[in-house]
């Protein structure tokens, strides 16, 4: 079923919430060890660092793949207006397939009166955190740390933490929901196949209101083809939300001299309550 439109007012008001501006110490501290081109600049398509044989993603990403800056359109604060870019996918998350998601009949009902409402409800919006899916292509940086058995992602917004075991550890059987749900990772030669179970009940992936339940399982496929992008392979296989599942293509981009700051989207947030009050 191809997948509806984010209302205008929806994406003023979520990225009210998201395009938070950036500041604080170390924003301008060197990267230690980054590849650069004879005339000074970072060499992006310089060879991948490695670690213990396998791809280091180790560094700060934000999304590879931003929504262009097209002025001449007249929508310079969707595409222009943030201090740091969105990807395609904050929005609607399918936006890249075809025929959108697959949406069971009673989630397309309920993301079409999210729609209507023009996503008032959005979690992001009202300070609650987001899981990794809608991390990717969000206007906030992360941090990627990784050492022998794990792979550790910090988010900026709202000091989030997701940990990927890499030590052979299987899934765990009825855990206890989660955000980011549980994850367990195995290489594939200089590919991370990261499979992860156990989130929590109706999780938003864009603003639009698409979502996964608490019997969803994804599969993500995470390469770093050089030094400057991490290209990742998402599936979601969720029966109780969709019809079958359902694959995007994401992308990542480093992140030179800065680290992350404070951003906390409960201190004297407001945004909930303007957002009720448009509503009427």
């Known amino acids: ?29 060197p990267t230690a060890g980054v590849p650069r081109t004879r005339d000074g600049k970072v060499n992006l398509a310089a060879p991948a660092p490695r670690k213990d044989g396998k791809p280091d993603f180790s560094g700060i990403w934000l999304t590879g793949n931003p929504l262009p800056c097209e002025k001449s359109t007249g929508s310079d604060f969707l595409e222009c207006g943030a201090e740091l870019p969105a990807s395609r996918e904050v929005f609607d998350i399918g936006s890249s397939l075809p025929e959108g998601l697959p949406f069971q009949p009673w989630a397309l009902e309920l993301v079409q009166k999210r729609t209507r409402d023009q996503s008032k409800d959005d979690p992001h919006a009202r300070c609650m955190p987001d899981t990794f899916v809608r991390a990717y292509g969000l206007p906030h940086m992360q941090k990627f740390i990784q050492v022998p058995g794990l792979l550790v992602m910090l988010d900026e917004m709202n000091a989030n933490y997701r940990q990927v075991f890499t030590d052979g550890r299987p899934l765990p059987v009825d855990p206890t929901p989660a955000w980011n749900g549980y994850s367990s990772g195995t290489w594939q030669g200089d590919t991370l196949v990261i499979r992860s179970a156990g989130f929590r009940n109706d999780l938003w992936l864009d603003i639009g209101g698409s979502f996964i339940t608490d019997a969803a399982k994804t599969t993500e496929q995470i390469r770093r083809p050089d030094f400057g992008h991490l290209e990742i392979e998402l599936t979601v296989d969720d029966p109780k939300a969709y019809t079958k599942p359902w694959t995007v293509k994401l992308k990542q981009a480093i992140q030179i001299d800065t680290d992350l700051v404070d951003e906390i989207c409960l201190e004297n947030e407001k945004s909930s309550q303007h957002l009720v009050g448009n509503q009427k």
């Open 1 to 29: 079923m191809r997948q509806r439109l984010v209302p205008f007012a929806a994406i003023v008001a979520a990225l009210t919430v998201i395009a938070a501006p950036v500041f604080g110490q170390w924003l301008r501290y």
